[in-house]
């Protein structure tokens, strides 16, 4: 069973930048497609962004032009740059791979906030 464990949040005024990597238990291999997903208190799990194995990329409306998320390697799969953070990105992030199994972080706390 693997497991992820992301990494970089905190508290960020409005503006700013964090980078949240996501780091596997051990290497993750056939991945099919990476993703990380946020949720607010009160209000459902959505997709922030995902990237194919082939490099296609896919973004939430709210976060295009603001965040880019980029491959790592089969130890650290998957990054999430984040720039100009408003206060509605405050939410636990959760990175996600999926390859012969679905895998999911706990999540890390994101807090953007003056």
């Known amino acids: 069973q693997v497991q992820l464990v992301e990494s970089g949040g905190g508290l960020v005024q409005p503006g700013g930048s964090l980078r949240l990597s996501c780091a596997a238990s051990r290497s993750i291999f056939s991945i099919y497609t990476m993703g990380w997903y946020r949720q607010a208190p009160g209000k459902q799990r959505e997709l922030v962004a995902s990237i194919t194995s082939g490099g296609s990329t896919n973004y939430a409306d709210s976060v295009k032009g603001r965040f880019t998320i980029s491959r790592g390697n089969a130890k650290n799969p998957v990054y999430l740059q984040m720039n100009s953070l408003k206060p509605e990105d405050t939410a636990v992030y959760y990175c996600?791979?999926?390859?012969?199994?679905?895998?999911w972080g706990q999540g890390t706390q994101v807090t953007v906030s003056s």
């Open positions: 996600n791979v999926r390859s012969v199994g679905d895998y």
